[in-house]
């Protein structure tokens, strides 16, 4: 739902309408404390129809970018001629650090503010909820003296989100009370000896005088104490300490803001309460050599996880070289020549619909025709055209799995003995050599190809050969030869995931070690065989008495192996 916006008009003498006086609104959006899952439906819709967006923090860009499905700008490589393309989305605007990278002070962010809302449709986005400790309440009062109409929107606080992402709960049956301290000025920290639990924001640089003055006001030294940084993101770390300690602790482990501190008995729940960073990938980078389209579900299950997926493409999907062939196969399907079409992949669907949109056809020419797929990811895609797969393989989800349950050539039951074949070019030939043993004929046709890739940025590279990613998952031999072909090979302490035997034999040729093998040729049941490896590596990490770490943490050359099942 849209905020409606009032247009306002006049007449000059001749009755010679003007042009529409522009009128602005803004939103103040609750952003969350970092998890862009905790965004609301409200700051979606918002996000959706704004044309600029105000900022916080400087990571608010790529959230809203990745929430609206918006394509990262492109730095061209080095040689390479700059494309101006035309913007997509909305105009980001920083709102919380000035040029010269200090954080800009309420009165110019409230200006900043007025100045954009007089004239546009407005996201004004905050860490947080935009009336708990925010600076909300001063520019919505800026634009009411402005005369700019505007509303709230709240957001998921960090004082209760991050506590629930470190497994820390505020309150129990027994701890009642909570109480919010924003650190910095004089503070009567006697109000705060009895035993409530107090959350403590902006505190970490303070932290050793407000706890050295909550033991003189009467509070136990052994009291518990969190300090959780960067909470609900991937980069998550809790410290627990007692008041006595939390000072010289901080400074060991060099804890930075931003932070929530939260002091009471109920810290002593997080042992059986941590659930976010005890995720069996939490924080390990994985390398995903597809597109970003090709790649959505297996990142998806890798957040799920705990992991944090970079999507590098190692192949490019491009036309054939001669589209005749796919021209006259299509019409051949109009025309009713075909009794099957079998799409073996999500790009020949893809290839397929794309050629019927060219001719201005849709999905009831498919009517009296038998549809196949390899296995569920093709029929979603089939299903998403509006059709349903006749067949799909049951057990295994392959061309040969396909073929397995391919019913024979009966010229009683089968008015038209054709199959038409839609496939990339480097596809093998085990599928039209059975359909031709069952009786078939078959018009094996190039629908699309696919070639190598350019290669990914310097950085990425270089993350690839050092060893900064913790993980890559291969989902074909093809991946695995086009990675190593534009990146080179991953460092030795990378975990290997494959999808199967096929290429893992690849992996193997090109020196890389297998640590993980999906029991069946499917993403999902590969993310799961990778998280399973982590979390049993984790468990092993644990049992020895040593702190849990990255593979991306080890500093040795080689990489000791840790079975997973």
């Not at 025309?335 to 073996?344: H, K, L, S």
């Not at 619909?353 to 196949?372: C, M, N, Q, T, V």
């Not at 991946?479 to 072909?485: A, Q, S, W």
């Not at 297998?514 to 979390?535: S, T």
Request: hydrophobic content about 40%; glycine content about 8%; charged content about 25%.
């Amino acid at each position: 739902m849209e905020t409606p916006v009032r247009k306002q008009h006049s007449m000059t003498p001749g009755n010679t309408p003007t042009k529409p006086t522009p009128t602005g609104w803004v939103s103040f959006v609750g952003a969350g404390p970092g998890d862009p899952g905790l965004l609301t439906m409200r700051a979606l819709e918002l996000l959706q129809s704004a044309e600029v967006v105000i900022t916080e923090m400087p990571e608010h860009v790529s959230m809203v970018r990745t929430v609206l499905g918006l394509p990262e700008p492109v730095e061209p490589r080095e040689g390479e001629e700059t494309i101006v393309a035309e913007p997509v989305g909305p105009v980001f605007i920083d709102g919380g650090f000035a040029e010269d990278g200090q954080p800009l002070a309420p009165a110019n962010r409230s200006r900043l503010v007025v100045k954009h809302g007089k004239k546009s449709r407005v996201v004004r986005l905050m860490t947080g909820d935009p009336f708990m400790y925010a600076s909300g309440p001063e520019e919505a009062q800026a634009c009411v003296k402005a005369g700019i109409g505007f509303e709230i929107v709240p957001g998921v606080s960090a004082v209760a989100a991050v506590p629930a992402y470190a497994g820390i709960p505020l309150t129990d049956k027994n701890h009642r009370e909570v109480a919010v301290v924003t650190c910095g000025g004089a503070i009567d920290w006697s109000q705060y000896a009895d035993n409530r639990t107090l959350v403590l924001l902006s505190g970490v640089g303070s932290i050793g005088e407000s706890a050295k003055a909550l033991i003189e006001a009467g509070r136990s030294a052994s009291t518990p104490v969190a300090v959780t940084r960067v909470g609900t993101t991937t980069e998550q770390s809790t410290l627990t300490s007692t008041l006595e300690n939390v000072a010289a602790d901080v400074r060991a482990a060099r804890v930075a803001p931003p932070a929530i501190i939260v002091i009471g008995d109920v810290v002593n729940l997080r042992g059986a309460l941590s659930w976010f960073e005890t995720k069996p990938l939490f924080g390990w980078r994985v390398l995903v050599p597809r597109t970003k389209e090709q790649a959505g579900s297996l990142s998806s299950r890798l957040r799920d996880f705990g992991g944090v997926p970079e999507e590098v493409p190692t192949i490019s999907v491009e036309p054939p070289r001669n589209p005749l062939q796919m021209d006259k196969a299509v019409r051949g399907l109009v025309e009713g020549r075909y009794e099957w079409i079998a799409f073996t992949s999500v790009n020949a669907v893809k290839a397929v619909r794309e050629k019927f949109e060219e001719y201005g056809l849709d999905a009831r020419s498919f009517s009296g025709l038998k549809i196949a797929a390899v296995g569920d990811k093709t029929a979603a895609a089939i299903a998403a055209w509006g059709l349903r797969a006749d067949l799909v393989p049951t057990e295994e989800q392959s061309a040969a799995g396909l073929l397995a349950e391919w019913p024979p050539y009966d010229d009683v039951l089968d008015p038209i003995n054709r199959v038409f074949l839609p496939r990339a070019d480097i596809a093998t030939e085990v599928l039209v050599s059975g359909l031709i043993e069952l009786g078939w004929e078959c018009d094996d046709v190039t629908a699309y190809r696919t070639v190598r890739a350019a290669p990914p940025p310097a950085p990425t590279r270089d993350a690839i050969k050092t060893g900064k990613f913790d993980a890559v998952v291969f989902t074909s031999s093809s991946t695995v030869r086009n990675l190593v072909g534009i990146a080179g090979k991953p460092h030795p302490s990378t975990i290997i995931a494959v999808i199967g035997p096929a290429t893992a034999k690849t992996a193997e040729e090109h020196g890389l070690r297998v640590d993980v093998m999906a029991a069946k040729p499917d993403v999902d049941v590969l993310v799961d065989a990778l998280a399973d490896f982590g979390a049993a590596r984790r468990v092993a990490m644990l049992e020895a008495g040593l702190p849990v770490t990255k593979p991306s943490d080890r500093k040795a050359a080689g990489r000791r192996k840790v079975a997973a099942k």
